[in-house]
């Protein structure tokens, strides 16, 4: 990986370790991702009691497991940090534009250790229950490692892409191969060399590993079952007159990140609809965007999510884009998405369609001859079979809710999330669900998250529950719960604000529609990160409104 200087000193560590976990803690944090790490932060700095609990070795969070070849940042990593401390802006240097997954543990790392959070994260550690019980007022948390824990805060810093959607193929335990989850990947890596490869997907992790796994591999088999759009990352090293200039001008960015409808200070917002501009004006905007890099392509209209027709101008340029750069006519066509753009999340990429000029590079349309079952020699579709030694699984992850159901959690009266949540999340602003009293989910449904740069929506959650927490302790109450007409009338308006996006009608994990079985809904909040907070803060200037507080 690439490391230039990072880090050149420590500061601000104020807080004494005292965390056994047979006394009752002030608040157990699930999860030591960026959301855990900076909720452990706060909490100590109130003077808490808290300890997290972390099913990886390290922390990181989806980071920790997704080390698949190619994975790295797609939003650019100047953004992707946390703002919450000058001393860590000026602290940290990234070395490029999209720093790699191992950058970024690094940077996890770093932020841990500075400011001496380690002491307070038990890992190896996953949790498997949390109950409320209603007469002490206390979550009772237990894991798989045999810990019980007890804590007045419940906080869910679990992740929004974590649960990873793992194979359901008939006869995969006949595959004589080695397989393995990009949301999974062994630490030691994989060994491509020589070796025929399946890799089944063609979303941002797919997009990501295919042009490195191409370069090892001795063959390398893509399945792909619905085109998605791509844009160049346009990469690179970042100059260290780039890097002063972003270091002294963060008040700036975050400022404009916060009034950024993605949270994003570096992505200029188009200003006018797709159809008021001529087509040479539209032609120059796109190749501007599409020569810069990043996700800034799918911002140069205000239309783009919300008016087909302008959809189509964008798509249409990315096609073309498609067709100019693959060779193969038949393979550029099958790459060229059908779907809405924007619809399922676009993908950020180095090289994915030039990959597809390599001689040891083939795709498969599993979209008009589906997958059957996995045989011992590799994959049998309807089409014929695909003999391979290792099959990469890139399908995703059952986002924003699956994290959450996977542990028992249970509120007032034994009631259970997951079947509160049957029909889809219930939450008032993605915060809190009625039941389920002094619990927390950061970037939980219902709120911004994945539809923002991640790090804002995450540090406007964990700022927000530490000053709710305040709050509570400040009036001497106990609990906090959402109340059932807030959070029902939150739950409606989710959707309803959703439906005027295009992104509504689209098969994606937005509305579940990966996941078999899962009742569609649109998980996040569309409606912006600005509006989004003001929102909040109105709850919190009328005497946290739509909660009860007792
Ligand atoms: P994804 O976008 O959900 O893509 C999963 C892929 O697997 C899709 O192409 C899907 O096809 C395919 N698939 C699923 N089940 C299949 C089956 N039974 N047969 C054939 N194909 C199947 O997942 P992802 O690529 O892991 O990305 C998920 C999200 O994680 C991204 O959208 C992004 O938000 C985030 N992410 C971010 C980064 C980053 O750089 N920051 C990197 C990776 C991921 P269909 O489209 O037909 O369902």
């Given at each position: 990986m690439t490391t230039s200087a990072h880090s050149t000193s420590t500061f601000t560590t104020a807080h004494s370790k005292d965390n056994n976990h047979s006394d009752t803690l002030d608040a157990l944090i699930v999860g030591a991702g960026f959301a855990g790490i900076y909720m452990l932060y706060k909490l100590l700095n109130l003077g808490l009691k808290v300890q997290v609990i972390e099913e990886g070795s390290g922390v990181g969070g989806t980071w920790y497991w997704n080390r698949y070849p190619g994975a790295r940042c797609d939003v650019e990593s100047m953004e992707y940090s946390y703002s919450f401390s000058k001393e860590l802006l000026q602290d940290w240097t990234w070395s490029h534009r999209y720093s790699t997954q191992a950058e970024i543990m690094e940077y996890a790392n770093h932020v841990v250790d500075t400011f001496g959070l380690r002491p307070y994260i038990k890992f190896n550690t996953k949790a498997r229950s949390a109950h409320y019980d209603e007469a002490r007022k206390e979550w009772e948390i237990k894991t798989d490692a045999g810990d019980l824990y007890r804590a007045h805060y419940n906080i869910m810093a679990t992740g929004t892409l974590s649960s990873v959607n793992r194979p359901r193929f008939e006869g995969l335990d006949s595959f004589k191969g080695e397989w393995y989850l990009t949301g999974r990947w062994p630490k030691e890596g994989v060994d491509f060399s020589g070796k025929r490869v399946g890799i089944i997907g063609t979303g941002s992790s797919a997009v990501q590993a295919t042009p490195v796994i191409a370069e090892q591999a001795g063959h390398l088999t893509v399945f792909q079952r619905t085109a998605n759009y791509s844009i160049p990352a346009r990469n690179e090293p970042l100059g260290a007159e780039e890097i002063d200039d972003i270091k002294a001008n963060y008040p700036g960015i975050w400022a404009r990140a916060t009034k950024s409808r993605v949270g994003m200070g570096f992505i200029e917002l188009g200003t006018k609809g797709a159809l008021e501009a001529t087509p040479e004006e539209r032609e120059l905007e796109f190749s501007k965007r599409w020569a810069k890099g990043g996700a800034g392509f799918g911002a140069a209209y205000t239309d783009i999510l919300s008016n087909e027709a302008a959809n189509e101008t964008a798509a249409e340029y990315v096609k073309a884009k498609i067709r100019e750069i693959v060779r193969d006519p038949i393979t550029a066509k099958i790459l060229s998405p059908e779907i809405t753009l924007g619809c399922k999340r676009m993908c950020i990429d180095s090289g994915y369609y030039e990959a597809f000029n390599r001689d040891n590079v083939d795709l498969v349309d599993v979209g008009s001859a589906p997958i059957q079952r996995l045989v011992a020699d590799g994959i049998q579709t309807t089409d014929g079979e695909y003999q391979l030694d290792i099959i990469v699984f890139a399908m995703g992850f059952d986002a924003l809710t699956g994290a959450l159901n996977a542990i028992d959690i249970r509120g007032r009266s034994g009631m259970a999330l997951r079947d509160k949540w049957a029909d889809g999340p219930r939450t008032y602003l993605g915060l809190a669900s009625e039941g389920f009293p002094n619990m927390f989910t950061i970037t939980g449904p219902g709120s911004p998250s994945v539809l923002s740069n991640v790090l804002r929506s995450i540090e406007h959650h964990v700022d927000w529950i530490t000053d709710c927490i305040t709050f509570i302790k400040n009036s001497e109450c106990s609990e906090i719960e959402a109340n059932f007409t807030a959070e029902d009338e939150w739950t409606q308006h989710v959707e309803d604000v959703a439906?005027?996006?295009?992104?509504?009608?689209?098969?994606?994990w937005y509305v579940g529609a990966n996941i078999p079985g899962k009742k569609r809904v649109f998980l996040p909040y569309s409606g912006g990160l600005p509006v989004y907070r003001e929102k909040c803060q109105d709850v919190v200037s009328k005497g946290y409104e739509g909660f009860v507080v007792s």
């Open positions: 439906k005027d996006t295009l992104r509504y009608k689209c098969d994606s």
